[in-house]
């Protein structure tokens, strides 16, 4: 990954001709991985293709994530906006889907965006800390700043989506602090 905190995860995958099993989260082989956050919450997204969902964060309670593509095929981008990080503004993304197995983990303080390449897609996210409509950011998918080079550059976005500030605009405070360490 281009953001060393982010961190890309390959499941152990068991297919055979019925299907596939795998693991999507086992404790201590994340926690050996680097992951070793207590999860509060799972959430599941539903999208048809051509849906963005994102840029998405919580502050303050800042939510680190796992993300997993159940069904399809997900363009996963997370975006370092830590004030004061070496990486801040910085992006970073991976193709998520139950063929290739890979999981997506965003630390706190980076928000988070998905955009669906198949028909169909099924994320699921393990979040870090409970959802907090009151500490809910949204940073505009499409700054010019940041620089994300989405597969598609008239997606389907949500009203409220649609109007997410840039990242400049955000007022002194209201962004999550980078620590050191």
Same mark, same amino acid.
């Given at each position: 990954m281009d953001l060393p905190d982010v961190l890309l995860i390959e499941t152990d995958r068991y297919p055979d001709e019925r299907g596939c099993l795998f693991e999507a989260y086992q404790r201590e082989r994340y926690r050996a991985a680097g992951i070793d956050v207590p999860f509060f919450q799972d959430n599941v997204s539903i999208s048809r293709q051509g849906v963005l969902r994102g840029l998405h964060l919580q502050n303050p309670g800042a939510q680190a994530k796992l993300i997993t593509a159940l069904e399809g095929e997900? !363009? *996963?981008?997370?975006? *370092?906006?830590?004030?004061?990080? &070496?990486? !801040?503004?910085?992006?970073?993304?991976?193709? +998520?889907? &139950? *063929?290739?197995? +890979?999981?997506? !983990?965003? &630390?706190?303080g980076f928000a988070h965006g998905l955009y669906a390449l198949s028909p169909h897609i099924v994320a699921h996210y393990k979040c870090g800390a409970p959802f907090r409509p009151q500490a809910s950011l949204a940073i505009a998918w499409d700054d010019p700043d940041i620089g994300i080079a989405w597969p598609d550059r008239a997606p389907q976005l949500s009203a409220k989506d649609a109007r997410n500030p840039r990242l400049a605009d955000f007022p002194p405070g209201r962004l999550p602090v980078y620590a050191a360490g």
């Amino acid at each position: 990954m281009d953001l060393p905190d982010v961190l890309l995860i390959e499941t152990d995958r068991y297919p055979d001709e019925r299907g596939c099993l795998f693991e999507a989260y086992q404790r201590e082989r994340y926690r050996a991985a680097g992951i070793d956050v207590p999860f509060f919450q799972d959430n599941v997204s539903i999208s048809r293709q051509g849906v963005l969902r994102g840029l998405h964060l919580q502050n303050p309670g800042a939510q680190a994530k796992l993300i997993t593509a159940l069904e399809g095929e997900i !363009f *996963d981008v997370a975006v *370092d906006v830590r004030v004061g990080s &070496p990486t !801040f503004g910085r992006w970073t993304a991976a193709v +998520l889907s &139950p *063929d290739n197995g +890979l999981q997506m !983990f965003i &630390p706190e303080g980076f928000a988070h965006g998905l955009y669906a390449l198949s028909p169909h897609i099924v994320a699921h996210y393990k979040c870090g800390a409970p959802f907090r409509p009151q500490a809910s950011l949204a940073i505009a998918w499409d700054d010019p700043d940041i620089g994300i080079a989405w597969p598609d550059r008239a997606p389907q976005l949500s009203a409220k989506d649609a109007r997410n500030p840039r990242l400049a605009d955000f007022p002194p405070g209201r962004l999550p602090v980078y620590a050191a360490g």
